[in-house]
C-alpha cells in the first residue's frame, strides 16, 4: 500500500476548476474527487441550488465522512488523490483541522469573470456564493498553521500558458509534469459530480486550455458593488500567485 499524496484544490465557482480536474485526471499516478463536501454544503445549508436533491442523494451528508476520504494516508494503486474543492463548502460547524494533513493550493480567478460566468447559470450572486472571502480565510489558516503562504495559481495565467504554469505548479508540490494533463477527450467524465449536466457543459467541449482570454468582462449594474468588494479580497492572493516568470 502506497503514502497518499493527498492535494485540496481551493477555489470558488467558475474558476477552471473542472478544467484542472480533468488536466490532473490525466495522470497516471492521480485520482480525483469532484466536490466531495457539496452534498453536505447543501444538507447543511437548505440553499436550493439547480440539482439540491439529487446531489444530497448521490453525495455523503456527513461532514466527517467525507473528512476520512479526504485525509486518506493509503492507495491500492494511484499515489496522488487531487480533490477538487470549493471554498465556500466550508461552512461553520464543519472541522477544518483536516485541512492541515493535506496539500493546500488555491486557484483563484479574476471576481469580475467568476461573477459574470456564475450569474449566467445563477442569477444574482451575493459574496457567499463565488467563495472569494472563504478562499482568504482558508489560505490566512493554512498561513498561520504552517508559518509560510501556501501555493496560489491564477487561472489566467495557467490559460495563457498552460505547460509552463503546470509545471511550476507540480514541481511547488513535488510531482513532475506529465505531458498528459495538457489535453483531455471532449464530453462527460466518469468523475464528474452528479451535477455536471447543468454546470459543465462548456467545459465537456473543450479537450485542453484554451489560451485566449476573452474579451473584459460585462458586469450589470446591479453586480459592479459585488465585484469590488470581491476585488478586495482577490488582491489579497494574487501577490502570492506562481509567476509565470
Request: charged share 25%; aromatic share 10%; net charge negative.
Amino acid at each position: 500500500m502506497e503514502s497518499l499524496h493527498n492535494i485540496a484544490m481551493w477555489s470558488g465557482p467558475r474558476n477552471l476548476s473542472t478544467a484542472m480536474m480533468y488536466s490532473f485526471a490525466q495522470r497516471s499516478d492521480t485520482r480525483v474527487v469532484d466536490e466531495p463536501f457539496y452534498a453536505s454544503y447543501l444538507a447543511k445549508t437548505g440553499i436550493q441550488h439547480a440539482m439540491y436533491q439529487a446531489i444530497i442523494d448521490d453525495g455523503k451528508v456527513n461532514p466527517d465522512d467525507v473528512i476520512s476520504d479526504c485525509t486518506a494516508s493509503t492507495s491500492d494503486g494511484k499515489p496522488v488523490f487531487y480533490q477538487k474543492h470549493m471554498t465556500k463548502h466550508m461552512i461553520p460547524g464543519i472541522d477544518r483541522d483536516w485541512i492541515d494533513q493535506v496539500t493546500n493550493v488555491f486557484l483563484i480567478r479574476d471576481p469580475r469573470r467568476v461573477i459574470v460566468s456564475y450569474h449566467a447559470k445563477q442569477e444574482k450572486p451575493d459574496l457567499s456564493d463565488i467563495g472569494v472571502k472563504e478562499q482568504v480565510e482558508l489560505f490566512d489558516r493554512v498561513c498561520q498553521k504552517t508559518g509560510n503562504a501556501p501555493i496560489v495559481i491564477n487561472s489566467a495565467d495557467i490559460l495563457k500558458r498552460p505547460k509552463l504554469m503546470l509545471t511550476l505548479l507540480c514541481q511547488s508540490i513535488g510531482l513532475e509534469f506529465q505531458e498528459s494533463m495538457l489535453s483531455w477527450q471532449a464530453g462527460p467524465k466518469s468523475y464528474d459530480g452528479i451535477w455536471a449536466p447543468h454546470w459543465y457543459k462548456s467545459v465537456w467541449k473543450s479537450t485542453g486550455f484554451s489560451e485566449s482570454i476573452s474579451k473584459e468582462p460585462v458586469l450589470p449594474e446591479e453586480l459592479k458593488s459585488l465585484a469590488e468588494t470581491a476585488q478586495d479580497y482577490y488582491q489579497k492572493l494574487t501577490i502570492h500567485a506562481l509567476s509565470p516568470q
